[in-house]
């Protein structure tokens, strides 16, 4: 094909979108549809046109049509009838009526260098910063999206973006005086969760810069961002990790140095729950299918209407994940691995509200290892009340022993102090024992002496104390007893003990019991070794008369009051009443 004919081409007064993008443009322009035909051109454009072969129309065309296809400026180098044999050709896809594509031919070599400077620099720019950034976007003075680079973000399409407040799609964000797509002051690298298309969440580094207009007055922001979702899952899954091990050595030595083991399950239960941002939680100490076990908690309490779900989750299957009213539950049960043999020994429970964070994989695998720690220490907690027991208790009855006994009614006699209360101390011998010992055997004196505690337990209330002091003496501490209950209490108690005459053997000397009682008020202290030795004193007495009886002290001045007061107090034989003197009446 020969030199272009003009016959055809308009001139760019006649295609009003062209003149106005040529204003100011002192090179060739020609105006090319999508189909590659060149459909107008300025006056310089007409005359490159007269010069141009087919391969340089050709080359024009395709030029063209690669713009359009791409929907960007680009810029091509062309050979042919211009100075130095190719010029720089900028080409801009028209939208509109206008589509197609207006194609510049800077003809000068100085202009062409210069503009190819720039388009290179703008070029190189770009480039940067989407090696740098996932998307670069800008906000209007609304927080609006007007302009996105690329294909859009976040799984979103451009199209779907644009017009949209930047803050429909904020899920969490770092704490800022104004939304970080509103930046009023330059803001570098800062992390913004945003709800991805598909509904999981990312996080974008967030680069700002305020955009102020020529008065100085704020118009918008631009920025970009970089998904750095991965990373800081990363770095998540490593502080969980970090957590973990340091949560575990510190339950491991709590274990091992915790001078009492009574504390290790509190330490145990709010390290964790503070580790993975619980709001309460619970240990049941004992097999949560038993009749009975004990109960640690901490924080806020769990609803009473949740914990019959939750204790079924855990008998039933072992663990427990709940989603109830707001609330998410985890847990699982506790094994002794000190047996070897997997023994379910009691549970742990965490809670928390899902309005705050709610409990994810890694909040699982801590309470997982966290179980087994704990499970250590419900064992060796019981370990410790078994040894506790044994060192308090009576070898053969079960009941208290003497220094145990003593210890505990100490404390007492000094809350009885200041809340100004009282009680009575009860010094029990049991009458002809020896005599027992001696005729029928040692075993047949432990029976009574296992039965003698028996009928004590059963004449007492769970809050009282008893003791076994020595091979037939006991104590019991009564709480509450005043001095017009303690005639009943202590008939109570003989009529309790009478039926250990039914274990006799020896005729003559029948199995009964002396008892002394001596009475405390808080509201006049008196120190515990007087209280008793009055109850001691009391019981000889009714020793001395070698019949089953009791016999109340009379009442002790408080300590440094001097002597006490003369004898008046109520006792006999099987309840009868004596006189002062101890005859009875």
């Given at each position: 094909?020969?030199?272009?004919?003009?016959?055809?081409?308009?001139?760019v007064?006649?295609?009003?979108?062209a003149?106005?993008?040529?204003?100011?443009?002192?090179?060739?322009?020609?105006?090319?549809?999508?189909?590659?035909?060149?459909?107008?051109?300025?006056?310089?454009?007409?005359d490159?046109?007269a010069?141009?072969?087919d391969?340089?129309?050709?080359e024009v065309?395709?030029?063209?049509?690669?713009?359009?296809?791409?929907?960007?400026?680009r810029?091509e180098?062309?050979?042919?009838?211009?100075p130095?044999?190719?010029a720089?050709?900028?080409i801009?896809?028209?939208?509109?009526?206008?589509?197609?594509?207006?194609?510049?031919?800077?003809?000068?070599?100085?202009?062409s260098?210069?503009?190819?400077?720039?388009?290179?620099s703008?070029?190189?720019y770009?480039?940067l910063?989407?090696?740098?950034?996932?998307?670069?976007?800008?906000?209007?003075?609304h927080?609006r999206?007007?302009f996105?680079?690329?294909?859009?973000?976040?799984?979103?399409?451009t199209?779907?973006?644009l017009?949209?407040?930047?803050?429909?799609?904020v899920?969490?964000?770092?704490?800022?005086?104004?939304?970080?797509?509103?930046?009023?002051?330059?803001?570098?690298?800062?992390?913004?969760?945003?709800?991805?298309?598909?509904?999981?969440?990312?996080?974008?580094s967030i680069?700002?810069?305020?955009i102020?207009?020529p008065?100085?007055?704020?118009c918008g922001?631009?920025?970009?961002?970089?998904?750095?979702?991965?990373q800081?899952?990363?770095?998540?899954?490593?502080?969980?990790?970090?957590?973990?091990?340091?949560?575990?050595t510190?339950?491991?030595?709590?274990?091992?140095?915790?001078?009492?083991?009574?504390k290790t399950?509190p330490?145990?239960?709010?390290?964790?729950?503070l580790a993975?941002?619980?709001?309460?939680?619970?240990i049941?100490?004992?097999?949560?299918?038993?009749?009975?076990?004990?109960?640690?908690?901490w924080?806020?309490?769990l609803?009473?209407?949740?914990?019959?779900?939750?204790?079924?989750?855990l008998?039933?299957?072992g663990?427990v994940?709940?989603?109830?009213?707001?609330?998410?539950?985890?847990?699982?049960?506790?094994?002794?691995?000190?047996?070897?043999?997997?023994r379910?020994?009691?549970?742990?429970?965490?809670?928390?509200?899902?309005?705050s964070?709610?409990?994810?994989?890694g909040?699982r695998?801590?309470?997982?290892?966290?179980?087994a720690?704990?499970?250590?220490?419900?064992?060796?907690?019981?370990?410790?009340?078994?040894?506790?027991?044994?060192?308090?208790?009576?070898s053969?009855?079960?009941?208290?022993?003497?220094?145990?006994?003593?210890?505990?009614?100490e404390?007492?006699?000094?809350?009885h102090?200041?809340?100004?209360?009282?009680?009575a101390?009860?010094?029990?011998?049991?009458n002809?024992?020896?005599?027992?010992?001696?005729?029928?055997?040692?075993?047949?004196?432990d029976?009574?002496i296992?039965?003698?505690?028996e009928?004590t337990k059963?004449?007492t209330?769970?809050?009282?104390?008893?003791?076994?002091?020595?091979?037939d003496?006991?104590?019991i501490?009564l709480?509450?007893?005043?001095?017009?209950?303690?005639?009943?209490?202590?008939?109570?108690l003989?009529?309790?003990?009478?039926?250990?005459?039914?274990?006799?053997?020896?005729p003559?000397?029948?199995?009964?019991?002396?008892?002394?009682?001596?009475?405390?008020?808080g509201?006049?202290?008196?120190?515990?070794?007087?209280?008793?030795?009055?109850?001691?004193?009391?019981?000889?007495?009714?020793?001395?008369?070698?019949?089953?009886?009791?016999?109340?002290?009379?009442r002790?001045?408080?300590?440094?009051?001097?002597?006490?007061?003369?004898?008046?107090?109520?006792?006999?034989?099987?309840?009868?009443?004596i006189?002062?003197?101890?005859?009875?009446?």
């Open positions: 094909m020969g030199p272009m004919s003009q016959a055809n081409i308009e001139t007064e006649s295609l009003p979108h003149l106005t993008n040529l204003v100011g443009f002192g090179g060739a322009a020609l105006v090319v549809e999508p189909s590659g035909e060149v459909r107008g051109a300025n006056d310089l454009g007409i490159l046109l010069n141009f072969d391969d340089t129309v050709h065309a395709i030029a063209g049509a690669r713009a359009i296809a791409a929907g960007a400026l810029l180098r062309l050979n042919g009838p211009f130095g044999d190719c720089d050709v900028i801009q896809p028209l939208v509109g009526r206008a589509a197609g594509a207006l194609v510049l031919i800077a003809t000068n070599p100085a202009e260098a210069l503009r190819r400077a720039l388009i290179e703008r070029q190189r770009r480039d910063v989407e090696a740098a950034s996932e998307f670069v976007w800008e906000t209007d003075r927080g999206f007007v996105l680079s690329g294909s859009g973000a976040f799984g979103y399409a199209r779907d973006l017009g949209r407040l930047a803050t429909d799609f899920v969490d964000a770092s704490p800022l005086p104004y939304p970080v797509f509103q930046a009023r002051d330059t803001v570098l690298q800062t992390d913004v969760w945003l709800q991805r298309a598909d509904g999981t969440t990312s996080c974008q680069t700002a810069v305020p102020y207009d008065d100085g007055q704020w922001t631009r920025g970009m961002g970089r998904d750095v979702t991965e800081r899952e990363r770095e998540r899954a490593e502080k969980q990790r970090l957590l973990r091990d340091r949560l575990m510190y339950l491991g030595d709590t274990i091992r140095t915790e001078i009492n083991p009574e399950l330490a145990a239960l709010s390290g964790t729950g993975i941002g619980a709001d309460g939680g619970m049941l100490a004992g097999h949560p299918a038993a009749a009975s076990y004990d109960v640690v908690s924080g806020e309490p609803p009473e209407h949740d914990f019959p779900e939750a204790h079924a989750a008998v039933e299957q663990a994940d709940l989603l109830r009213g707001g609330l998410q539950l985890i847990g699982q049960l506790t094994e002794d691995a000190s047996a070897g043999d997997g379910i020994n009691g549970a742990v429970l965490f809670w928390c509200k899902t309005e964070r709610g409990f994810g994989d909040d695998a801590v309470l997982s290892d966290v179980a720690q704990i499970g250590l220490a419900i064992a060796q907690l019981k370990k410790f009340h078994e040894i506790v027991t044994i060192s308090n208790t009576d053969l009855t079960g009941v208290l022993n003497r220094r145990a006994f003593f210890a505990d009614l404390r007492r006699l000094g809350r102090m200041v809340a100004q209360t009282g009680g101390l009860v010094y029990l011998d049991i002809n024992l020896k005599a027992l010992n001696d005729y029928a055997g040692h075993l047949a004196g029976r009574a296992l039965t003698f505690a009928l059963a004449a209330r769970a809050s009282d104390l008893i003791a076994r002091i020595g091979g003496e006991f104590l501490w709480d509450g007893v005043t001095a017009e209950s303690a005639p009943v209490r202590a008939e109570a003989l009529l309790q003990m009478n039926r250990l005459e039914q274990l006799s053997v020896v003559d000397r029948p199995l009964g019991v002396s008892i002394g009682m001596a009475l405390y008020d509201a006049a202290p008196v120190a515990l070794d007087r209280l008793l030795a009055a109850a001691d004193a009391a019981m000889y007495r009714v020793k001395a008369r070698r019949k089953s009886g009791y016999e109340i002290a009379p002790l001045l408080p300590d440094d009051t001097g002597p006490p007061e003369p004898l008046d107090a109520m006792a006999g034989m099987a309840g009868e009443p006189r002062a003197d101890g005859s009875v009446e």
